[in-house]
């Protein structure tokens, strides 16, 4: 009998333990989608796998194959992207946040700007300084950006001086290092760090609405991945959105 019963226990099958959620999100979310990432473990779930760059990088990675089971864009332009190529379930897709757009110094040297058509952008950078952004080439804070100094009509003086970053914490880190005298970042990452000080913020007017979409990915549709995006829509997780400087849509 204790011969079966070891011969039963070695022929049952293994308990597989689920893997835990990938998540990959605009870099810009890294400091908030922490916090939520630590509420959904304190609700009993298992941590799950943040991965923050690019909104532009990480759809190319998911286009390529990566499995991810959730997606959040700086844009709605690169979540597009992946619709276009049927990897989005279209009934999970969702703008969950806001943001606004803000020109910042180095906390060693604060000024105040206003920030008017034809702002004198390039006196603030000084002779030699460049200006740190998202690469307007494919980052989303960087075309926005792009989008607020062409409508203030004060791209052309700056273009041939740009610090053109991977991602807006990139451009950031410009910034907090001295590396360059200003640079355009969302409000949220300045409010994250000690590094910069605002000097002025972009009117809304001058470039498209920041909207963060999310949504679940075709390649990686489970029931918890479902359940974790709902989860960003209750009240816990969107006052965690709102303590680091997110608008909720």
Do not use: C
Not at 58 to 71: D, E
Not at 76 to 94: C, F, G, K, Q, S
Not at 105 to 120: G, H, K, N
């Amino acid at each position: 009998m204790r011969i079966l019963i070891l011969l039963l226990a070695f022929l049952a099958p293994l308990t597989v333990r689920a893997e835990p959620l990938t998540i990959f999100a605009a870099a810009s979310l890294t400091d908030a989608l922490k916090d939520v990432a630590g509420l959904w473990v304190s609700a009993g779930h298992e941590r799950p796998r943040l991965s923050f760059a690019s909104s532009s990088t990480l759809a190319r990675q998911i286009a390529q194959g990566a499995t991810v089971n959730l997606f959040a864009s700086a844009d709605e332009a690169w979540m597009n992207y992946l619709a276009d190529r049927r990897l989005v379930i279209t009934e999970t897709r969702r703008d969950l946040l806001g943001n606004r757009l803000v020109l910042v110094v180095p906390s060693t040297a604060p000024r105040t700007v206003t920030i008017v058509p034809q702002f004198d952008l390039a006196g603030i950078l000084g002779p030699g300084g460049r200006l740190a952004l998202g690469d307007p080439a494919h980052v989303p804070a960087g075309l926005y950006a792009s989008q607020a100094l062409r409508n203030l009509g004060v791209w052309e003086q700056v273009a041939p001086r740009l610090a053109r970053a991977a991602d807006v914490r990139a451009a950031l880190l410009f910034v907090e290092r001295g590396e360059a005298p200003a640079g355009i970042v969302y409000a949220t990452d300045a409010m994250a760090s000690k590094g910069v000080a605002v000097a002025g913020t972009f009117p809304d007017e001058t470039h498209d609405r920041i909207t963060y979409p999310f949504a679940v990915m075709a390649g990686g549709d489970t029931p918890d991945a479902r359940a974790f995006l709902m989860f960003l829509t209750t009240a816990e997780a969107r006052d965690a959105f709102i303590g680091r400087g997110f608008r909720i849509e």
